[in-house]
């Protein structure tokens, strides 16, 4: 199994809901990874979590909560977002955060 | 700074070309990638390079260490090669993160 999946693949919230986006690898990779991509633009790195542990923030703002329960699963809280936030969420997993990285079908996220 | 660089930013072609994009990338890398991204989303990794030469199917990737640059090309190009080609370097200092070329937007036309 090579594959990391994400879902939901659709998602449209407004600015005051709270939902997730969830991402699962069975690879047994150790680190994985979320990613926010606007159009027409390369993806930009948000987290990065290493054997379970939040290794990376890159200044993320607190509307987005990450959290990994275990080591297949990777989940991104969503509260309070703006209609800035709406994007392509990708998720991606290595087996080392120096391999190469499997990316997911993402999530497009819409909020109102 | 940790930068990449692509060219050319968009590229359009005949069906059957030979293609080549570029990318140039400052020193210190561990890793240069070549990441494929279809219309709709997902991205696919097509290769991972340290050094040399890699090469799937209809795919080449080379890499030049002391020049700081790297080559994807495509033989017989086909209309289903149209995506954006995105190059990102590993760098050595700093965060272990991968810091991504703007993309190139390959069009193939019958």
């Known amino acids: 199994d090579t594959e990391v999946t994400q879902t939901p693949k659709h998602l449209v919230m407004g600015m005051t809901n709270k939902k997730s986006l969830k991402c699962e690898q069975h690879?047994?990779?150790?680190?994985m990874y979320w990613y926010k991509q606007k159009a027409k633009k390369p993806p930009e790195l948000m987290f990065v979590?290493?054997?379970?542990?939040?290794?990376i923030n890159e200044s993320v703002p607190s509307r987005f909560s990450p959290e990994c329960p275990n080591s297949s699963l990777l989940n991104l809280h969503l509260h309070a977002l703006q209609p800035e936030d709406s994007a392509l969420y990708l998720c991606?997993?290595?087996?080392?955060?120096?391999?190469?990285?499997?990316f997911g079908p993402g999530t497009r996220l819409t909020v109102l | 700074k940790n930068e990449v660089e692509q060219s050319p930013q968009n590229l359009t072609a005949q069906e059957g070309e030979f293609i080549t994009i570029n990318c140039s990338y400052s020193v210190g890398i561990s890793a240069l990638h070549w990441l494929q991204q279809h219309p709709g989303g997902g991205i696919v990794s097509l290769f991972m390079?340290?050094?040399g030469k890699k090469k799937h199917g209809r795919l080449i990737a080379t890499i030049n260490i002391q020049e700081k640059h790297s080559s994807l090309h495509i033989t017989a190009s086909h209309p289903r090669d149209s995506a954006v080609y995105i190059c990102a370097a590993l760098y050595i200092q700093g965060a272990q993160k991968l810091v991504f070329g703007q993309g190139t937007r390959l069009t193939i036309n019958p």
């Open positions: 979590y290493s054997y379970e542990k939040l290794s």
């Open positions: 991606a997993s290595s087996k080392y955060n120096t391999d190469t990285q499997y």
């Open positions: 690879m047994g990779h150790r680190a």
């Open positions: 390079l340290s050094s």
